[in-house]
């Protein structure tokens, strides 16, 4: 496995695709469900500020794989037409997000229920969800890398951020930073649009960590 800070990639080349947006995101999921697992295992998922890590992991998870079905799979799915090795992956891609969704619910109604069955379900849904980036890192970000251009990514970026809106990505930035060392966050904000940067450095940033996400 490749070090957090190996997964940030600062420059752009013109003929390979950068997915350092990608992994930073996969490992924002990752590190939600690991305060969620530590929260419910102390009896604690019932802190408001859990409740609220809770629903931007779910916002940021819903906005990730509703764009990736809805542009990526498919832009992929035509590049790689008459492959059926290449298309049983995106398959298996598309498989992988829906059986995500039934466990995001099993975590709610045990939550709602305050249910001592919700540290086992929060396992599940982190094993489903860390098989699943696992997967689209190690066999999906490659059949990328080989089928699409830096042109083509930029356009799988921009319809991220036509997703997320300004609204969604004040929350999804200084969502991303959080928990890095500042060197890597500071690396990490180079590679944002001066603009964001600015609005993150007088805004977002202070808003959230107000926020106080997952404390207990
Ligand atoms: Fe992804």
Redesign the pocket.
Known sequence: MTTETERIVTANSPDRINFTE?YV??DGFRRDLERLAAAASAGRADSPQVREGWETFKRQLHV??TV?DEWLWPKLRQRVAGRPDDLALLDAMEAEHSVIDPHLEAVDAAMARRDPDLTAKVEELRAGLDGH?SH?ETDALPLIQQVMTPKDWAGFRGAMARKQKLGGAAEWVPWITDGMSPADAGKWLRRMPPPLRLLNKVSWEGRYRKRNLWSW
């Open positions: 990608m995101t996969h990730h794989h990736e980036l689209e």
